[in-house]
């Protein structure tokens, strides 16, 4: 019986932290008169973590040559 691997449920840390300064962001953006400055900068880090959370896919040069 051959098991597949099975990848680690691992999250790069700096994508945890942007997540949770843009929730800190929009809290901030109720309490403090910005303008939607907080607003705009919760939602460029919530786009980055977000992003930095999706596993992409790695071409190397003999894969591109199969490809082909």
């Not at 449920?9 to 400055?37: D, M, N, Q, T």
């Amino acid at each position: 019986m051959c098991r597949e691997r099975i990848p680690p449920l691992f999250h790069p840390p700096e994508a945890i932290i942007r997540i949770l300064l843009a929730i800190a962001l929009f809290i901030l953006e109720v309490k403090v008169h910005s303008f939607g400055a907080l607003s705009i900068g919760g939602i460029i880090a919530l786009v980055i973590g977000s992003m930095m959370l999706i596993k992409t896919l790695k071409v190397t040069k003999a894969d591109e040559k199969i490809m082909i």
